[in-house]
């Protein structure tokens, strides 16, 4: 069963540090601590981390949190790396936007009880549905979705910049403020061919909470959203209690 969910962005960014000595998106990261301490104060038995990764996979074993896939040495971040215990064996190193989960996540006191699953948007969206239910089918799960919308808004944007950017953002993140049936369906139908061509992170996890959410009532809040440089970031809960 599905109870909480935070909806973060995948920037190494949140993570203070990352950008230096330049103070960046400090109301989305309080915003983003703020939404993942409500996953782990609900007291759900397992929380699971959705991230992108560069294939889909599981993180089992010992896991670093370390930002060097983005180039950020660890010493420069303000919030300490530590080493997290994930079921199964082994020494794993996940993407950026799984470190990004999990720093949140130990921030806010939960280091225990964990999964963390990297997924793609070339996995089928009936396979990452079938993944989120799958993902609460054991008891009470909370998750940290990881993913952001489109970096294409404007000249000044982090990649080339697309004019259908605006709208497709605009329209999934009215969805994912909302929550509801109706609001989910639509996010299962989002076409990940242009979700790809915009560079939406965000598309393969929220399939995956979708298929987590299943027909139960949820209440969407979002909490902050900030457009910087060409790159929209948001942060929302999901409250299935």
Known sequence: MLVVAALVPDTALLVPGAAGAAQVLTAVRAAALDAVAQVVASGAATVAVVAPGPRARELTGTVRP????????????????????????????????????????????????????????????AALAALGRDLVGAGPTGFVVVGSVSGRHGADAPLAQDRRAPDHDARVLADLADGGAAARARIAADDPLLADELAVRGWAPWQVLVGAAADGPIRGHLLARSGVLGAEHAVLVWDAR
């Not at 079921?87 to 936007?97: L, Q």
């Not at 990004?100 to 990297?118: I, N, P």
Request: proline share 5%; charged share 20%; hydrophobic share 45%.
């Open 66 to 125: 370390s930002l060097g896939a983005a180039g950020i040495p660890d010493g420069l971040l303000a919030w300490p790396v530590a080493e997290m215990t994930l079921p199964g064996d082994g020494v794993a190193t996940g993407s950026v936007a799984s470190a990004v989960g999990l720093h949140l996540l130990a921030r806010a006191g939960r280091r225990t009880g964990l999964r963390v699953l990297e997924v793609t948007g070339r996995q089928d969206r």
